[in-house]
């Protein structure tokens, strides 16, 4: 990219150009006046404008030019070892100084692919909502009964999965926080279960996919959080459902794990991943780039939450797939130790 380069490096050389001008200005001043919080203003604006590189290089010719200030106004005579000493502590200050414009940088970045995230993942159900009203609406000028049903169907199913994403949005930080607490109880497996496909059931009619459900656990029962585990449950099949093509199968699979745990597998017949790829699901700013690519089609929040709730649970989580073959979402639960 010529032309992004060739902008950065005037903006570098006008960074530079104008720490001499201070510098020019702080040798004239001699020690009447401080200008060493003034050489920030360009380091500053070369970091933000022109990325953490062109801003070390900023802070590097100004702890240089203040240190050149020194030796010519005569202090290398009070101690040889000062002028160097303050380029040390210079220099570091306007590194640290780079260093935070950076962070904030990456934390806005950061803060701009969340909101896009929101806003695609929102995007589509409310856009089903939109279009199962107004066809609702025609229906029931003609009075078509089948049809007012079928669109009822859609908007519940659009208003069910905008909830689960918002849902799932509120959480995450909590979940990185450590401040969603854990209600353990020991609950049944085939009602969670039963209550996952409940929720699901109108996308699954929706995308015309079926679930399919393969439990071989010989356990009935595991001490969990109820409501997360379900939680979990209904966004690792809606993902599933929502990259499935039409009359494929989604299925769930369970298995016993270890002693007192379980294993579950969530397996889509959707277009898959490159295995270099699926650690980077994981992450916001990977994820917005395999959605540019359009490698990337359900719900990116939806997994980043569940990897948190399982682990917070005890678990672990993970994926595994094959371009055009599909993606397996696998993750497993053992009971809590008792305290």
Request: aromatic share 10%; with cysteine; charged share 20%.
């Amino acid at each position: 990219m010529p032309g992004d380069f060739k902008n950065k490096l005037l903006l570098t050389l006008g960074g530079l150009l104008l720490i001499a001008v201070i510098g020019y200005l702080d040798y004239l001043t001699s020690y009447q006046f401080s200008l060493g919080t003034i050489y920030l203003a360009p380091i500053a604006l070369g970091a933000w404008l022109g990325g953490f590189y062109f801003g070390l290089v900023l802070a590097i010719a100004a702890a240089l030019l203040m240190t050149a200030g020194d030796l010519y106004h005569g202090m290398i005579g009070r101690h040889f070892l000062l002028p160097y000493w303050d380029i040390l502590i210079r220099g570091a200050g306007f590194l640290l100084f780079v260093y935070f414009i950076r962070l904030i940088r990456e934390n806005e970045k950061k803060a701009r692919e969340l909101n896009e995230f929101i806003a695609h993942d929102l995007k589509t159900p409310l856009t089903n909502m939109i279009f199962s009203l107004e066809n609702l609406q025609l229906a029931c000028s003609r009075e078509q009964v089948g049809d007012r049903e079928k669109f009822v169907r859609i908007g519940q199913a659009s208003a069910q999965r905008m909830k689960i994403l918002i849902d799932s949005f509120l959480d995450i930080a909590r979940l990185n926080k450590r401040k969603l607490p854990l209600v353990w109880s020991r609950e049944k497996l085939s009602e969670l279960i039963q209550l996952s496909l409940d929720t699901v059931f109108g996308l699954a009619q929706i995308r015309q996919v079926r679930i399919e459900v393969d439990n071989q656990a010989q356990r009935e029962t595991i001490v969990t959080d109820r409501q997360l585990l379900t939680r979990v449950l209904i966004n690792l099949l809606s993902n599933a459902l929502a990259t499935s093509p039409a009359g494929s199968a989604v299925t769930l699979q369970i298995n016993d794990y270890e002693e007192n745990g379980l294993f579950f597998n969530v397996i889509d017949h959707g277009r898959g991943l490159p295995g270099g790829e699926l650690k980077n699901l994981f992450d916001l700013l990977e994820q917005g780039r395999l959605r540019k690519m359009g490698a990337l089609t359900g719900s990116g929040l939806g997994l980043i939450f569940c990897k948190r709730a399982i682990e917070e649970m005890g678990g672990r989580l993970w994926l595994e797939s094959q371009p055009g073959a599909g993606t397996t979402v696998c993750f497993t639960l053992v009971e809590p130790k008792p305290r």
